[in-house]
T-cell receptor
Framework: KQEVTQIPAALSVPEGENLVLNCSFTDSAIYNLQWFRQDPGKGLTSLLLIQSSQREQTSGRLNASLDKSSGRSTLYIAASQPGDSATYLCAVGTGGFKTIFGAGTRLFVKA | EAEVAQSPRYKITEKSQAVAFWCDPISGHATLYWYRQILGQGPELLVQFQDESVVDDSQLPKDRFSAERLKGVDSTLKIQPAELGDSAMYLC????????????????FGPGTRLTVL
C-alpha cells in the first residue's frame, strides 16, 4: 500500500530564507507527483506536476525534484516571503487511478 | 480563469440528518473527484468519475454515502445519515485527462465545503 510522508510537519523561517520541503513515498511505481498549496480553510492550488519520466519542474521561485528510485521529492522555495505561508502537500499518482496525499508541511514565513 | 465551483461553502447539521454537496467542474473536464480532508491530514479520495461513470469508489462508505454525476457534468455527494465522524472538509476537483491514461493532468480543486456534524 502506497504511503506518503512529509517532513517536517511544520516549519517557521525568516523572510528571505531559501527552504526545502520533503516528501517521501513507499512505492516507486508512481505515474506522477504533484505539489499543492493550501491556505487555511481553502481548497488546494496546484503548484507543480512532475511526470514519472521527469526529474524536476520549475515555476518562478519554486523548484520540485523527483527521485523515483529513492522514493523522494523535494520542493525548493527560493527567497521566501510572508505570502508563502501556507500548508504544502505532495500527492502521488499511482495505479488504479488513485492519488495519494501526504499530510502536508505547514510553513510560516516571518516578516 | 475557469474554476471549480462548490456549494454550500459551510454546512452545519445534526447527526442522523441528510446532507448534500454540489460540485460544478471546469467546463470540458472529463474527470471529477470527491475528496474528504480531516483537519491536519491530507485529502483522501472518496470517489472518482470519468464522465458519468464511477472509476473508483473503493473508499466511499457506501452504507451512508452516495455520489452521482448523471450527465457527466456537475456532481452531487450525499450523506445519509450524517455521523459525528463525518465532520471534515469535502473537496471537489476536476482534470481534463482520461483516468485510464494514468499520466494524469493537473487536478484543479474547488474551495471545499466545511461540514460540521453536531
Amino acid at each position: 500500500k502506497q504511503e506518503v510522508t512529509q517532513i517536517p510537519a511544520a516549519l517557521s523561517v525568516p523572510e528571505g530564507e531559501n527552504l526545502v520541503l520533503n516528501c517521501s513515498f513507499t512505492d516507486s511505481a508512481i505515474y506522477n507527483l504533484q505539489w499543492f498549496r493550501q491556505d487555511p480553510g481553502k481548497g488546494l492550488t496546484s503548484l507543480l506536476l512532475i511526470q514519472s519520466s521527469q526529474r524536476e519542474q520549475t515555476s518562478g521561485r519554486l523548484n520540485a525534484s523527483l527521485d523515483k528510485s529513492s522514493g523522494r521529492s523535494t520542493l525548493y522555495i527560493a527567497a521566501s516571503q510572508p505570502g508563502d505561508s501556507a500548508t504544502y502537500l505532495c500527492a502521488v499518482g499511482t495505479g488504479g487511478f488513485k492519488t495519494i496525499f501526504g499530510a502536508g508541511t505547514r510553513l510560516f514565513v516571518k516578516a | 480563469e475557469a474554476e471549480v465551483a462548490q456549494s454550500p461553502r459551510y454546512k452545519i447539521t445534526e447527526k442522523s440528518q441528510a446532507v448534500a454537496f454540489w460540485c460544478d467542474p471546469i467546463s470540458g473536464h472529463a474527470t471529477l473527484y470527491w475528496y474528504r480532508q480531516i483537519l491536519g491530514q491530507g485529502p483522501e479520495l472518496l470517489v472518482q468519475f470519468q464522465d458519468e461513470s464511477v472509476v473508483d469508489d473503493s473508499q466511499l462508505p457506501k452504507d451512508r454515502f452516495s455520489a452521482e454525476r448523471l450527465k457527466g457534468v456537475d456532481s452531487t455527494l450525499k450523506i445519509q445519515p450524517a455521523e459525528l465522524g463525518d465532520s471534515a472538509m469535502y473537496l471537489c476537483a476536476s482534470s481534463s485527462g482520461l483516468a485510464s491514461r494514468h499520466v494524469t493532468d493537473t487536478q484543479y480543486f474547488g474551495p471545499g465545503t466545511r461540514l460540521t456534524v453536531l
